[in-house]
Each structure stands twice: as C-alpha cells, then as structure tokens.
Nanobody, 129 residues
Framework: VELVESGGGLVQSGDSLTLSCAVS????????MGWFRQAPGKDREFVAG????????YYADSVKGRFTIARDNAKNAVYLQMNSLKAEDTALYYC???????????????????????WGRGTQVTVSS
C-alpha cells in the first residue's frame, strides 16, 4: 500500500487549497479513508474522512463548512478541498487508510489515528495571517 499526498503550500488567510492523495495497492471499497493533520507540538488530529460504504463524509468541527473531502475511484485518489483557510489550519496533512476492512459500526469516533494503518508522508500547509 502506498499513499502519496500533494498540493500543500504557503497561502494567505482566506485562500483555498486542494490536497490530493494518490493511493495504490488498496481497494477503496473496503476501507475507510481519512485526512489528518499535525501541527508542531500538537497531536495528530482527524480532519475529514469517509467510510468504506461511501455514505456521508465525516468532518472535524473545526473544518466543517470550509473543507470538503472527495474521492475519484477511477483515479484511486482522495482529495481535500480547503476553503477559507485560517492560520490555525497550518499543519502537515496526511492521507490515511483504515487498518480494518469493512469496519463495522463506523462513526465519527472511529476516525482516530490509531485506527489507521497506512499513511502517506504528508504535505505541508502553511497559512499566513
């Protein structure tokens, strides 16, 4: 399994960015996928994700209404559209795949780093105020 993030950069507050995650060796239809981020000195935190069942996406409260997660099954890719960026969105952003295929009772609380076993190297997003 390989996940490769791209699209990060340095932007100003209020700007937009779209992150991409190219996935190989993994069947989307079996695993939940998520975006996480980690700021310096802070724990890695959940940002956005979707289940293996392709139902409604999940978002952290801090990004709800500003970020949108999307997938392209034909391209084996996951995207994170980020609008109205704030300085507090500055972090290294990671794409990740669930450890467990067809995880049952998947909920927002399931999207924690410990449940995800495959990770990319991350892409840096820096928002200047």
């Amino acid at each position: 399994v390989e996940l490769v993030e791209s699209g990060g950069g340095l932007v100003q507050s209020g700007d937009s960015l779209t992150l991409s995650c190219a996935v190989s060796g993994l069947d989307f239809s079996r695993y939940a996928m998520g975006w996480f981020r980690q700021a310096p000195g802070k724990d890695r935190e959940f940002v956005a994700g979707f289940s293996w069942s392709h139902d409604s996406p999940y978002y952290a409260d801090s990004v709800k209404g500003r970020f949108t997660i999307a997938r392209d099954n034909a391209k084996n890719a996951v995207y994170l559209q980020m609008n109205s960026l704030k300085a507090e969105d500055t972090a290294l952003y990671y794409c990740a795949a669930d450890k467990i295929a067809f995880r049952i009772n998947l909920a927002l609380s399931s999207f924690v780093p410990g449940n995800f076993g495959s990770w990319g190297r991350g892409t840096q997003v820096t928002v200047s105020s």
